[in-house]
Every structure is written in structure tokens, then in C-alpha cells.
T-cell receptor, first 114, second 113 residues
Framework: AQSVTQPDIHITVSEGASLELRCNYSYGATPYLFWYVQSPGQGLQLLLKYFSGDTLVQGIKGFEAEFKRSQSSFNLRKPSVHWSDAAEYFC????????????FGQGTELSVKP | DAGITQSPRYKITETGRQVTLMCHQTWSHSYMFWYRQDLGHGLRLIYYSAAADITDKGEVPDGYVVSRSKTENFPLTLESATRSQTSVYFCASHGTGGGGELFFGEGSRLTVL
């Protein structure tokens, strides 16, 4: 079955600390992978995406993610978290040729301590 | 303004009533989607549309109806609302080509009493 798992429902980090959000997927075809961020009361904004090529991709707001095919993972990282990064983060997978039909993980809520 | 807009942003209704959530996009994107967001479930696909007059079911279509007579509009109707349909609904769109990036509206929060 196709699925996305984000093992951490809620993470709290201190401002300035590094961050890693985990994402594992199960997908039959070559995956197109995405990370979205959702601020309270807002829609989802794309942080970054991976289709092919370099397995380390850079996104907006200083985020990066690494695709590891052998581990079926696409973890999101940031070297130094800012208070404004507090939000919910969603990992998603799709086939790229299905018109954007994506499967989303359950989300990880990030809190940032001052 | 260009983009994807949803209305209403907030709606309270009663069990058994019909509710329609509107979605309008100005990009002329071919593909449009309706997702619902619930705690512990992330986003689940309700219905999607590849073009005007072409719609298909997603993961959780029961209790919902969609139509797409014009490319820019994709309304979602709950014909007889139930409490289990209390949720935040997101409309999204995607153009042909590219690799599946979705552009989301700001969401419609629906409460069914």
C-alpha cells in the first residue's frame, strides 16, 4: 500500500538548535517527494521537492531534505531553527504523472522554545 | 488577485443540511483537488478533477459531490452533512507538466452540529 509515515507527531526544539523531521514512504513507482509547511490558520506552502538528480535538495527558508532510496526516507533538516519556523510540517509523495495526486503524512507539529 | 481562493472560510451548519464549499483558481490549472484535514490523519483526498467535466474519487469520497463545469471552479457539496464531516477542507490546483506541486487555498473550516 502507498503511504507516508511521519513518526514524530510533535517536536520541540530550542531556537538556534538544529532540526530534523523524519519522513518514510512506501510507494510502488519512482516517488516524487515534497515537504509542505502549514502555519496556523493558513494553507500549505511548498518548502521543497525532489524529482530526480542530486539527492540533497534545498528549499525555501533555509530548509533542506535528503532523499535516501535505500531507506525510503526523505528527512527534512534545518541547521538553526528560528521562532518563526513553528508550524506543522507535512511530507507527501506522488507519482508526478498523476496530475499532482499526493499522499500526505500525518504531519509533525514543531514548537520552538526561546 | 491571482491564486486560489476558497469560500466560505468558516461555516457552521446542522446535521442533514446541504453545504457547498467553493473553490476558484485564476491560473487556468487543469487539475484541481479537494482534501480534508483531520487531526491524526493529515490530509486525505476527497475528489479530484483533471479538467472541466472530468472528476474522480479520492480516498474518502463518501458523502461528498463535486462538479466542474468551468476550469476555474471546483465546488464541493455535502448533500446531507454529518458530524463526521466536521473538518478543515483544502482546495488545491496543479497545472499540466511539472512534477506534481500543488498550490493550496487557505482552507474552509466546517463545523457540523
Amino acid at each position: 500500500a502507498q503511504s507516508v509515515t511521519q513518526p514524530d507527531i510533535h517536536i520541540t526544539v530550542s531556537e538556534g538548535a538544529s532540526l530534523e523531521l523524519r519522513c518514510n514512504y512506501s510507494y510502488g513507482a519512482t516517488p516524487y517527494l515534497f515537504w509542505y509547511v502549514q502555519s496556523p490558520g493558513q494553507g500549505l506552502q511548498l518548502l521543497l521537492k525532489y524529482f530526480s538528480g542530486d539527492t540533497l535538495v534545498q528549499g525555501i527558508k533555509g530548509f533542506e531534505a535528503e532523499f535516501k532510496r535505500s531507506q525510503s526516507s526523505f528527512n527534512l533538516r534545518k541547521p538553526s531553527v528560528h521562532w518563526s519556523d513553528a508550524a506543522e510540517y507535512f511530507c507527501a509523495v506522488g507519482a508526478g504523472n498523476q496530475g499532482g495526486k499526493l499522499i500526505f503524512g500525518q504531519g509533525t507539529e514543531l514548537s520552538v522554545k526561546p | 488577485d491571482a491564486g486560489i481562493t476558497q469560500s466560505p472560510r468558516y461555516k457552521i451548519t446542522e446535521t442533514g443540511r446541504q453545504v457547498t464549499l467553493m473553490c476558484h483558481q485564476t491560473w487556468s490549472h487543469s487539475y484541481m483537488f479537494w482534501y480534508r484535514q483531520d487531526l491524526g490523519h493529515g490530509l486525505r483526498l476527497i475528489y479530484y478533477s483533471a479538467a472541466a467535466d472530468i472528476t474522480d474519487k479520492g480516498e474518502v469520497p463518501d458523502g461528498y459531490v463535486v462538479s466542474r463545469s468551468k476550469t476555474e471552479n471546483f465546488p464541493l457539496t455535502l448533500e446531507s452533512a454529518t458530524r463526521s464531516q466536521t473538518s478543515v477542507y483544502f482546495c488545491a490546483s496543479h497545472g499540466t507538466g511539472g512534477g506534481g506541486e500543488l498550490f493550496f487555498g487557505e482552507g474552509s473550516r466546517l463545523t457540523v452540529l
